[in-house]
């Protein structure tokens, strides 16, 4: 239990809160009309912006990197970040939101066997059970579990083989971002610098698409819209890669990946107060089996 209270797991539960925060916010912008290609674009922009401005002030010797380690950020951003965020937003055209989100969080698993074979840590029977425990959390606070209790998963919840492949290939996005950033930070790299070049690679790719259907106009349009937008680009960019990222430094790489099932228990909770979408048994019980598993990884 004392391992919840150390600075590394703080920060990865407060990334992880900020992280669910997103699907609130991001549910009021599109209502008012902002494209989600647009949102994501902004996301790109505002961190490797921001990342950009503080290497400038601080130090700006984080701005090297070996040519031999250019691969491992070309990584980071288009294999993990660019192709998470395309592979989430084609799986929730495709399917539902509860079973794109389920699927998403198959990330922890996919982080535990990683890390096993790749950083050679332990997988004990512990780690196993928190990670079962949390990518089931994951998969019924999602609301994935009210269409298995109502049989309706096979026939409504968009099951297809484009879908499930498109969820999945969203879960190892996310997941690869811990691998990557991990391998980043081992040699030698600040937080800043793999955050900067990471987005700022991710960047370019989002760009082709957010002009290819028009929607990176909509960023100079509706500053209202747009001040929002910037808001929640900051706490759930930035703010919340830069604690992830730093908290991750401090801890084994498959144990910061199971306390971020943290965010779809913070969006349930989120979604219930400030949307005023009631949780079902089957949404409460997921959420306490993420809080479980973070208190057995404690």
């Not at 699927?103 to 196993?128: C, D, H, N, Q």
């Not at 199971?258 to 005023?276: D, K, M, N, Q, W």
Request: with cysteine; aromatic share 10%.
């Amino acid at each position: 239990m004392k391992k919840l209270f150390t600075p590394p797991t703080l920060m990865v539960l407060a990334s992880a809160v900020l992280w669910g925060t997103y699907g609130s916010m991001a549910t009021v912008l599109m209502n008012m009309g902002l494209a989600r290609n647009a949102l994501t674009l902004l996301r790109f922009l505002v961190t490797a912006g921001s990342m950009g401005l503080l290497i400038l002030a601080r130090d700006r010797s984080l701005l090297h990197i070996k040519k031999k380690d250019l691969p491992l950020f070309l990584a980071n951003g288009l294999l993990s970040l660019f192709f998470f965020f395309y592979c989430y937003t084609a799986a929730i055209r495709i399917t539902k939101v509860a079973t794109a989100a389920a699927l998403l969080y198959t990330a922890p698993a996919i982080v535990m066997v990683l890390s096993a074979l790749l950083f050679r840590e332990k997988m004990t029977p512990g780690k196993v059970l928190c990670c079962l425990l949390a990518v089931a959390g994951c998969a019924l606070s999602s609301g994935l579990g009210n269409d298995l209790l109502s049989g309706a998963a096979q026939q409504d919840a968009g099951l297809s083989p484009a879908g499930l492949l498109f969820g999945l290939g969203a879960g190892l996005g996310y997941a690869l971002y811990s691998i990557f950033s991990r391998m980043i930070l081992d040699r030698g790299y600040a937080v800043y610098t793999n955050l900067f070049y990471s987005f700022g690679i991710g960047l370019l790719g989002q760009l082709v698409f957010s002009c290819a259907d028009g929607s990176v106009l909509q960023l100079a349009q509706a500053p209202a819209r747009l001040g929002l937008g910037l808001v929640c680009a900051f706490l759930t960019g930035p703010l919340a890669y830069y604690l992830y990222t730093t908290g991750m430094k401090g801890m084994e790489t498959s144990r910061a990946a199971r306390l971020a099932a943290v965010e779809p228990a913070t969006a349930a909770l989120l979604g219930s107060f400030l949307l005023r979408q009631p949780l079902s048994p089957a949404e409460a019980l997921g959420v306490a089996m993420i809080v479980g598993s973070v208190l057995l990884s404690g």
